[in-house]
């Protein structure tokens, strides 16, 4: 029968609940007069006993318009208070308007309160009677059994949102409010956090959600830290802003991220830095399809540029982004001019056409090789792009007269062990000789560490593992990383360069570094399972280090010296490192421009470690297409040698 009902039109169940108050609804007022009188015969005799039929014909429509029939009765939560209490209170009242008019004074205003309440009572129970109903008794066994945490709004709009699904079933709420402990709310018990590792085991909880979006970061970190030895499966919902209506829904759930384990203290903008180098500027972005460019455009484009310029040599990584753009423009009608175009840093001409063309105030370097062990296999490529390029970039922003140039740097320029961080210190070096000459470009470069979020960021590839089971990869056991947020890394980059004054090296506060394999193991435990170790044989993944891959580093720096500063900025550093003056430095990268001609990646290295003096190589040359040259030549030695031999 129920299966019948379900299976029925949407309109043909409306129609039922309908006739079903037309039917009761006449019954609640004979149950009020009878209440009212306190006699069943006097109800009876009673002459305004007809009005009875009137109860439908003025409380169905009402309720019609506020929306009661619309309602899904599996899915029906508390809301439906606000508007059967709406509903009975208008109708109810026409009703004894029309009493008044008709019948005088024979039913007086006590009654019309009865059945105020019996109507609102029977509208109520007849709605949460068929929930329950249809419903029905589920299997148990198939929806994951969830505590939440959090018994307040977000908790318990979460409990009503759940109920009806077939994925979870909240079976207790946490709280470590002491005046909501051992109270029952929605049907569900309250406990304390310190009671959860004993409920964990009697109520068989494998998932722990959540529902607190008022809480700050830090504050959610905290009680992220004392759920993790549980070993539950824990999500979480977002914070109240990033809520639809303010409502919390089953699909705003989601899985921790690192973000969540690695927040730190907020520091508010500096709203005047932020707009110095773009308010009604023209700004162009290189790299603006990659992680931290594509980041920049969009906070770029928040504060109100007079043209966004472009430039990627990526065509789809441009599309995205000026798609992503331009819609952003288009539905708060900002007046913007957004200018996409596909090129290299190292094409000089079109570079300062363009700066020309569109009179560029500022420009955010990003474009660069960053992965360190493809860089270290492809060098070549890496030096004329992220060295090369920058050369050239600030040479056409510098022939335009662009007012700003921000480079963004890594904390692998800080005494570099591969090709790719000693290129991103060789480009701070230009800019730093760039700066000395007295171009009427200011030039800065911002420094900072692993951005989370960004192409190639390991906390996806773990999440991945982890859900096929394992085995988890690491490099080494004691590798450090600092790490950022990209929003958080933008809107510095940002600040730091309204703050350049020519050749400056800014350094951002990364706070504290993470050790990976400890992240890995929060992530492991966050998932609900163990790490199988000697000690825990039992558990499900495995953590299995590989070594450290060419040019790879242990631990990360931010400084190459100790000479720091601060700024106006309690995130912003200024660093003072290390130059060598343009005349110099020319010359060098004259002969490391020649080397790279000819493909001598013996002479590349020399002249990478003489300009870049705090290079120090950790593996030996891996260019793919050099090992197999010198694989070729050793076949051909041992080839030559075997012959002499035959012949001797």
Partial sequence: MKNIFLNLPRQSKQLIATVADGVFLPLVFCVAMVLHLDSSTATLLHPSLWMAVLAPLFCIPVFIKAGLYRAVIRYIDQKIVTTVLVGASVSILMLALTAVLLLGSELTPTFFT????????????SRFLARG????????????????????????QLANALRPGSEYLPVIFIDDNKQLQKATIAGIAVHPSSALPRLVGELGINTVLLAMPLISPQQQKLIIDKLEPLKLVIKITPQIKNLVNGIVRVEDVRQIEIEDLLSREQVAPNNALLSVCIRNKSVCVSGAGGSIGSELCRQILNLSPRTLVLLDISEYSLYAIEQELRSHINSHGLDIELVPFLGSVLDYEKCKDIFVAFKVDTVYHAAAYKHV???EHNPIEGIRNNAFGTLSFARAASAAKVKFFVLISTDKAVRPTNVMGSTKRLAELILQAFARQGSNTKFCMVRFGNVLGSSGSVVPLFRRQISSGGPITLT???????FMTIPEAAQLVIQAGAMGQGGDVFVLDMGQPVRIADLAVRMVHLSGQEVKTAATPKGTIEIKYVGLRPGEKLYEELLIGTNVTGTDHPLIMRAEESEINWPFLEIMLKHLDEACVRKDHGAIRTHLLKIVSEYQPSSEIVDFIWLEGRKKSSEMVVDEQALTETSV
């Fill in 476 to 482: 080494h056991p004691d590798i450090t990383r600092y």
């Fill in 373 to 375: 062990p493809l860089v």
């Fill in 114 to 125: 009865i059945l105020w309440l019996n109507t609102i009572l029977y509208v109520l129970t």
């Fill in 133 to 156: 109903l249809l419903q029905g008794p589920r299997e148990r066994s198939s929806r994951i059994r969830v505590a939440i945490y959090g018994a307040g709004d977000a908790g318990m």
